[in-house]
């Protein structure tokens, strides 16, 4: 008998808040100029096809109109899975396009972002898109007034406070996002993106000093360690550590401090810089080596080789004194974080409990 293979499903990919943005914007514009409410959009992606759009509502007066589209985030739906995307067209006395944020579209507040101080959170590619299909749009009903482009999101200052928004300085609601128009379904990019961008921020606002760190939590912890430093010197940057360690010495940060918790630094302190729990397993053998040459006896080597987690590889450590342990796991991660960027940094590693208390700490220049 042949052995069936389940098959996979396939994940479903979604849209971004700039796709829907132009989608709205073109429905609106089109009942505005013929009167006519839409129910459906079609608009050509960056990603290089064209997709329609379901139109939420539509509505037009002789010199107003309205659609909206409901953001489908496919099977990676984020905060914004589900939010009204409303564009409001109007004409315009002045000749041109212009383009703005409304109610729950963030506006920028900080330099750094690839959106100036003062304008409302637009990205570039969603701009550009926007624009564009208004411009064809004009073109193909031969109308030559100006109009104006508001974008918004009823929700969106209440989505916003679950996302790195207000650290980055975009303030009174989300951004309008998006280089390609499609949501890949776990995709790492947009979060290495974000990444970059906060960085960039904190670059911007002068930061010579960087803390990254794997989470929320870890955040937190570092915040009341350093607390001379600025909110934009805090990065979350979840599992890439690699990918932060090299963002940072591209962006000429002079210090980067990591912190985190025992799992996933004795990953880094290995040499291993994506941390996440499926690409690489603890490795008690090293650990116990670590242990070792913190003077730990055979007995308890033997148990750490055995155990179940990192976490409960450094309680032992703790219960049984070998704190210098802790120290040798920081140093480590140093050494190991250098090497990855080839020098020309300093680094330091603070490794905490998740009571909130320290356990290791070292700092080195490379």
């Given amino acids: 008998m042949v052995e069936q293979v389940k098959e996979e499903k396939k994940l479903r990919q979604g849209y971004t808040t700039g796709a829907c943005a132009t989608a709205a914007t073109k429905a609106a514009l089109i009942a505005l100029i013929t009167g006519e409410d839409q129910t459906e959009s079609t608009i050509f992606l960056p990603v290089g096809r064209f997709v329609t759009f379901a139109i939420e ?127 890949v379904p776990f995709s790492t990019s947009a979060y290495k993106a974000s990444i970059v961008q906060a960085i960039s921020v904190a670059r911007a606002s002068g930061c010579e000093q960087i803390v990254i760190t794997t989470g929320g939590r870890s955040e937190k912890y570092a915040m009341k360690l350093y607390p001379h430093l600025p909110e934009e010197a805090f990065v979350e940057m979840g599992d890439f550590v690699g990918f932060s ?69 450094g309680d032992m450590m703790s219960e049984s004194g070998y704190h210098q342990f802790f120290d040798l796991l920081c140093e480590s991660c140093c050494s190991e974080a250098l090497k990855e960027v080839n020098g020309g940094l300093e680094v330091d590693t603070t490794i905490y409990t998740l009571k909130g208390e320290l356990l290791g700490k070292a700092v080195r220049q490379g």
């Fill in 57 to 183: 509502s539509c509505q037009a007066s002789v010199t107003i109109a309205e659609a909206s589209v409901i953001k489908d985030g496919g099977d990676d739906p984020d905060a914004t899975h589900e939010a009204e995307i409303i564009s409001t067209v109007t004409w315009s006395k002045e000749s041109g396009i212009t383009l703005d944020g409304g109610i729950g579209v963030g506006r920028v507040t900080k330099p750094g972002l690839p959106v100036s101080v003062g304008e409302a959170a637009i990205n570039p590619v969603p701009r550009k898109m926007i624009l564009g299909v208004a411009q064809e749009v004009l073109q193909a009903f031969k109308v030559e007034k100006g109009i104006k482009i508001v974008i918004s999101v009823p929700a969106g200052e209440e989505i916003a406070k679950k996302t790195l928004n207000g650290r980055l300085g975009i303030l009174g609601g989300i951004s309008i996002l998006g280089t390609r128009g499609i949501v």
């Fill in 245 to 313: 360690l090299k963002q940072c010495k591209k962006q000429g940060v002079k210090k980067v401090s990591m912190v985190g918790m025992m799992g996933k630094f004795s990953k880094v302190a290995q040499g291993v810089m994506m941390v996440h729990s499926k690409s690489a397993p603890i490795d008690f053998g090293f650990l116990a080596e670590m242990a070792a040459r913190a003077g730990a006896h055979e007995e308890l080597l033997n148990d750490i080789k055995g155990a179940n987690t990192a976490s409960q590889v």
